[in-house]
């Protein structure tokens, strides 16, 4: 059935939570162009043709472009609130900002198929890409994370979830698209162990064996709610996940938003990172430490398939 050409398809961006997940950030040097616009459009049937014997894994993937990248991919028009990362320098902590041309997200029910899927994407990107950063993450316990919490409790759900991440009306050339705001987290866990449970609690909001909120002044709950001139709650959909190598001492969380609008994951953040009046910085930043950032754009499915074409015609 042919696609409306008033609803662009968007990309698999409202996948459920997976128990894997492989995370990609590349930069594309000049004259690796050509062969990203060539295999941007193959990545749905590369999804199909390695998740084909094992549907019930639900294999995805998720393409975005960051800023600079895009106008030597596809110059003008480009997205309306494209822009690069920008480094958040507070008091105590910092938002780091560092490259990435493109993300590619990966999730499945399996690790095989996620690591099959991106060892495909980067023999098809060999020579004209370079790796800075690639982590395989997956689910723990109850979609807990290293710290022992609940994550992504808040996240809304079907049309909810739709209207808050992709884009629509506003910037109509790219509807079905969103904004895709990434940052790797490394934990210092043996001083957060080293908390009581109650002040723990504290720390995120919530308690920590049934996660129900606690209403917790300046916590990490507390600073990451952001409401609109009107006192609706601007939502963002998390689809963070945990990763790390207890052989090394690296415990993290791969935090990655999508949003219709990246003002407000940056809004989260300059909360977190500047602080707000009378509360300061997010106390969980004295835990956790921001090593990347970066900004994307998630273009539609129905634009990734044209995206060859689209950069002929520059």
Not at 219 to 239: I, K, M, P, W, Y
Not at 273 to 294: C, E, Q, Y
């Amino acid at each position: 059935m042919p696609r409306s050409p008033s609803r662009p398809q968007p990309q698999p961006v409202l996948g459920p939570p997976a128990p894997a997940a492989l995370f990609l950030v590349v930069t594309v040097p000049p004259g690796g162009e050509e062969t990203v616009r060539g295999l941007l459009p193959d990545l749905a049937g590369l999804q199909r043709s390695i998740g084909f014997a094992s549907p019930e894994a639900a294999l995805t993937c998720v393409a975005g472009v960051g800023s600079d990248a895009w106008d030597r991919l596809f110059g003008a028009p480009r997205p309306a609130a494209l822009h690069p990362f920008e480094e958040l320098r507070g008091p105590r902590h910092t938002a780091v900002s560092t490259p990435g041309d493109l993300l590619f997200h990966i999730r499945a029910g399996r690790p095989d198929l996620c690591f099959a899927l991106a060892a495909e994407v980067l023999r098809r990107l060999r020579g004209a890409v370079v790796v800075v950063d690639e982590v395989q993450a997956f689910k723990y316990f109850d979609s807990r994370n290293l710290l022992g919490f609940v994550d992504g409790t808040e996240n809304p759900v079907g049309q909810g979830a739709a209207d808050a991440v992709l884009t629509g009306e506003e910037d109509a050339g790219f509807a079905g698209g969103s904004y895709a705001v990434v940052q790797k987290y490394l934990h210092d866990v043996d001083s957060w162990e080293a908390l009581a449970v109650e002040a723990q609690e504290k720390v995120i909001g919530r308690t920590k064996l049934t996660n129900l909120e606690l209403g917790v002044p300046g916590s990490h709950v507390e600073v990451n709610t952001v409401l609109d001139g009107d006192g609706r709650e601007q939502r963002v959909v998390r689809a963070a996940m945990p990763f790390g190598r207890p052989g090394q001492g690296e415990f993290g969380t791969y935090f990655i938003s999508y949003a219709r609008d990246p003002h407000v994951p940056e809004t989260m953040l300059r909360r977190m990172f500047l602080g707000l009046p009378g509360t300061g910085h997010d106390p969980i930043l004295d835990f956790s430490r921001a090593v990347t950032g970066t900004l994307f754009f998630v273009p539609s499915a129905d634009f990734l398939d044209e995206a060859a074409e689209r950069g002929a015609a520059r």
